[in-house]
């Protein structure tokens, strides 16, 4: 079993479609190979992004995969969802 899933969001920041698929496709393979945790790193900048991911995970289809989203409290540019 793998601990951790990274997903670096910077490379796709302009781009809100690529930003769901990237998050979406995360949460299904943590949850389909039983990964713990999936670290989204969205970078500090505005926060606008960040809020983005954590829109796209409250979905009720996603938000069923996970137990719980945590903001690092060490590094705001990093959300951790746990499974």
């Given at each position: 079993?793998?601990?951790?899933?990274?997903?670096?969001?910077?490379?796709?920041?302009?781009?809100?479609?690529?930003?769901?698929?990237?998050?979406?496709?995360?949460?299904?393979?943590?949850?389909?190979?039983?990964?713990?945790?999936?670290?989204?790193?969205?970078g500090?900048?505005?926060?606008?992004?960040?809020?983005?991911v954590?829109?796209?995970?409250?979905?009720?289809?996603?938000?069923?995969?996970?137990?719980?989203?945590?903001?690092?409290?060490?590094?705001?540019?990093?959300?951790?969802?746990?499974?």
């Amino acid at each position: 079993m793998t601990e951790m899933l990274t997903v670096d969001l910077h490379p796709i920041f302009r781009s809100d479609r690529d930003i769901d698929a990237a998050v979406r496709t995360a949460i299904f393979r943590a949850a389909r190979e039983r990964i713990r945790t999936v670290e989204i790193i969205s970078g500090k900048g505005s926060g606008k992004l960040k809020r983005r991911v954590l829109a796209t995970l409250n979905q009720p289809h996603l938000k069923k995969l996970y137990r719980r989203v945590e903001a690092d409290p060490a590094n705001d540019g990093r959300v951790l969802v746990h499974f």
